[in-house]
T-cell receptor
């Protein structure tokens, strides 16, 4: 168990809808990262937050947004969903920024858009 | 931009034998981190081993070791005494020292046969 909790485990929704994925980092970790794993794109970095502030953006679509709350949990919001958004979404956390402390991944949320 | 290449989509090995997974990367950075992550059928991303580029000594974690060739930009993973539980997708990943994102390779599906 990595200590990173992601909910829900599975999500099935229709095109055009909006969903929210939730992540609770390991106790004491300040950084939260979101990654998308799809068959055609592989593992892609989406966004990082550190202690409530956005730190880096990767290949995140404008239809997607995220935030990190004062209690350090994070949410990834996906809107106007398309079939191509079907993927496994991972949250990871680390003690601080950079890779001096390793990333610990949650079990992911499997999103299926029909 | 950094790229990570894993040229072996699939590999198999007999239980108790040794197998080596290949990874090459491209970067203009001098200081960085390299990682191997394991993704079993449970889909969780598990850190196997980490190497800091400024350290010349190859990292070792029990049955797992790496051969880090900085000049050649090569980072292979050796698994000794392979076990059935080693069956998984293995991802090589690159992270800048002060960066936020991990860049992943395409993955190598390893099957350990009894």
């Amino acid at each position: 168990d990595s200590g990173v909790t992601q909910t829900p485990k599975h999500l099935i929704t229709a095109t055009g809808q909006r969903v929210t994925l939730r992540c609770s980092p390991r106790s004491g970790d300040l950084s939260v990262y979101w990654y998308q794993q799809s068959l055609d794109q592989g593992l892609q970095f989406l966004i990082q937050y550190y202690n409530g502030e956005e730190r880096a953006k990767g290949n995140i679509l404008e239809r997607f947004s995220a935030q990190q709350f004062p209690d350090l949990h994070s949410e990834l919001n996906l809107s106007s969903l398309e079939l191509g958004d079907s993927a496994l979404y991972f949250c990871a956390s680390s003690g601080w920024e950079g890779f001096n402390s390793p990333l610990h991944f949650g079990n992911g949320t499997r999103l299926t858009v029909t | 931009a950094q790229t990570v290449t894993q040229s072996q989509p699939e590999m198999s090995v007999q239980e108790a034998e040794t197998v080596t997974l290949s990874c090459t990367y491209d970067t203009s950075e001098n200081n960085y981190y390299l990682f191997w992550y394991k993704q079993p059928p449970s889909r969780q991303m598990i850190l196997v081993i980490r190497q800091e580029a400024y350290k010349q000594q190859n990292a070792t974690e029990n049955r797992f070791s790496v051969n880090f060739q900085k000049a050649a930009k090569s980072f292979s993973l050796k698994i000794s005494d392979s076990q059935l539980g080693d069956t998984a997708m293995y991802f090589c990943a690159f992270g800048e020292t002060s960066g936020s994102r991990l860049t992943f390779g395409e993955g190598t599906q390893l099957t350990v046969n009894p």
